[in-house]
């Protein structure tokens, strides 16, 4: 009886730890989202290098 009582217990506190993570998940998702916004705005369309950090502008593409 006391061991379902305690594995119920730890289930209960594991989804707890779920929920949590996952909004953590979302907040830093949405972190990362206005970043690539405001470095977009600020030096326009490109890639990061992420070993270097440096920005290289992706070529404007032109009609033919």
Do not use: C, H, M, W
């Amino acid at each position: 009886q006391q061991l379902s009582k305690d594995i119920i217990f730890a289930l209960g506190e594991i989804e707890l730890q779920k929920t949590s993570l996952i909004d953590r998940y979302r907040e830093v998702t949405s972190k990362q989202e206005e970043l690539g916004n405001e470095l977009n705005k600020k030096y326009g369309d490109g890639k990061i290098n992420l070993t270097s950090g440096e920005i290289t502008p992706l070529e404007e593409q032109t009609d033919k």
